[in-house]
């Protein structure tokens, strides 16, 4: 009874933690489908909306570090440090390298932590420590440029480029055109349907076209930059990357090549395309002091000077807007953070809840059963009592019927065949059923010898001959077809107790 309340107790027990269980399974599978759109969202708008993706990144990391999820803790760890340096904010952008270095799926996963590298060797750069670029930059070529996956060729060549294009700082651009050249190669393995597949963090044959156009830009051969400042062009439309650095390259090239007014045409083109685009808009300071130099330099020194001046303007509110915006979407996910916990408390909540009412009512069934037991062992002493007094009762007749029959035998009494047949009744039948001829004495005989008399005592007790009953005991062993080893007692009761013959 114990064994089957406590099962029935532990299948609802089983039942409600597996319910539990697919609950939170369910909900991991969700958030991790959460945190997967999130992290999608935040690379489609990678070039066209940094803090759009950073606001993505960040509420997917947060999910992310609630599910304990290494492989995706690593993905918005990336996304954030990538949004961080597109919004130029390097300091903020570290410490999410690190910390996506230090997961154990970047650990184990060489393309992932050749991302990590990357951007940690782009942070380099920004800060002036091309040493450190450099070293970055072939450990990631390093990890990746024997592996034939898209994205590993992908993440090689842009560190190849990336690599030359230190060589510039010292004016050195042989080195950096054979990387370049290279990068080039590398990355044109990948066809073209399969590139077009790929996330936009590996779509960088725009800046491969971009970094070889720039260097002949900067060793101001024009001519040799255009096919390429064409080819990162086309490529960026088709990649849907914002234009407005390769309109500024366009410029460059017409103002290079003395057509001035082409040029400031094209630089007007690049800040409509970043007017247009929610991006990143600290190096339009950059933009209006070129077309400033490039009005003056056509002697149209008033919109020089009205250029010159929104370049001032812009270069001390940019940094403070852009922190300002930062640190809205920085506010408004601690606020999103904050709901999470709340929702996570009122789950907990919930749950021990729960537990507390399967908890009490666990304990109400089993004082229910103890009192069910309780009163049922009463009822079964009781039965037991009863029944072993009617054994000792059975048992005691039974002894005194057998004392009776075996003084009847003794005396050879002329009732001791009625009684006997009275205390054993199957007697008769089963004998008769072994053979239907039986004589009254031979069952007498059969009888004497189930009581378990010896040959002597059954002659002694009917005042017969020993002889006469050794004879009569041949002859109905002869009778009964028994062999010379087999004991007629066990026989008997064998026959008669156990294993009575089928009637024939």
């Not at 349907?193 to 960088?204: C, E, N, Q």
Request: glycine fraction near 2%.
């Amino acid at each position: 009874m114990l064994n089957r309340f406590l099962s029935n107790d532990l299948q609802f027990l089983s039942l409600f933690i597996c319910a539990l269980l697919i609950v939170s399974c369910s909900r991991g599978q969700e958030e991790n489908s959460k945190i997967d759109d999130l992290l999608q969202q935040a690379d489609n708008l990678l070039d066209s909306d940094g803090l759009k993706s950073l606001e993505y990144a960040k509420t997917a990391s947060l999910i992310a570090e609630k599910t304990n999820d290494s492989k995706r803790k690593a993905e918005t760890y990336y996304y954030i440090a990538h949004s961080l340096n597109i919004l130029e904010e390097y300091e903020k952008s570290f410490p999410f390298i690190e910390k996506g270095l230090k997961e154990d799926a970047t650990r184990g996963n060489n393309l992932l932590k050749a991302r990590f590298l990357s951007l940690k060797g782009y942070h380099y750069s920004r800060l002036h420590l091309y040493k450190q670029q450099a070293k970055q930059h072939q450990e990631v070529i390093d990890l990746t440029m024997s592996r034939k996956d898209p994205e590993s060729v992908m993440i090689a060549a842009l560190s190849l480029a990336s690599l030359g294009l230190s060589y510039t700082i010292i004016n050195d651009y042989s080195p950096t055109h054979q990387h370049l050249d290279r990068a080039l190669k590398h990355a044109k393995t990948i066809p073209d349907t399969v590139y077009h597949s790929l996330k936009k963090i590996y779509k960088v044959k725009a800046n491969l076209f971009y970094y070889k156009a720039m260097t002949y830009i900067e060793q101001l051969k024009p001519k040799e930059a255009l096919p390429f400042i064409q080819l990162a062009h086309q490529q960026a439309i088709v990649d849907d990357r914002p234009l407005a650095l390769f309109l500024e390259l366009y410029a460059d090239y017409y103002m290079q090549m003395g057509k001035t007014e082409k040029a400031i045409e094209f630089y007007l083109l690049a800040i409509a395309d970043k007017q247009k685009r929610i991006w990143n808009k600290s190096t339009s300071a950059d933009l209006y002091l070129k077309i400033s130099k490039s009005y003056n330099k056509i002697n149209r020194y008033e919109e020089g000077e009205k250029y010159l001046r929104l370049s001032a303007s812009e270069r001390l509110i940019d940094e403070n807007n852009n922190r300002k915006r930062v640190q809205a979407i920085l506010d408004n996910i601690e606020k999103e953070e904050r709901t999470i916990k709340n929702r996570d408390n009122q789950l907990k909540i919930v749950l021990c809840i729960a537990l507390l009412v399967t908890l009490m009512l666990f304990l109400w069934k089993y004082r229910e059963y103890k009192q069910k037991k309780k009163k049922l062992l009463s009822a079964q002493k009781i039965e037991i009592a009863q029944k072993k007094q009617l054994i000792e009762t059975l048992e005691l007749k039974v002894n005194e019927s057998f004392s009776e029959i075996i003084e009847l035998a003794k005396k050879n009494s002329p009732t001791f065949w009625a009684r006997f047949q009275e205390v054993h009744p199957k007697f008769l039948k089963r004998m008769l059923c072994i053979d239907a001829n039986f004589k009254s004495s031979e069952l007498i005989l059969c009888a004497y010898i189930y009581l378990g008399f010896s040959t002597k005592e059954i002659a002694d007790y009917t005042f017969k001959a020993t002889k006469t009953i050794e004879n009569n005991r041949y002859n109905l062993r002869k009778k009964l077809g028994l062999a010379p080893e087999e004991d007629l007692i066990l026989w008997l009761r064998n026959r008669v107790d156990d294993n009575p013959p089928t009637e024939g």
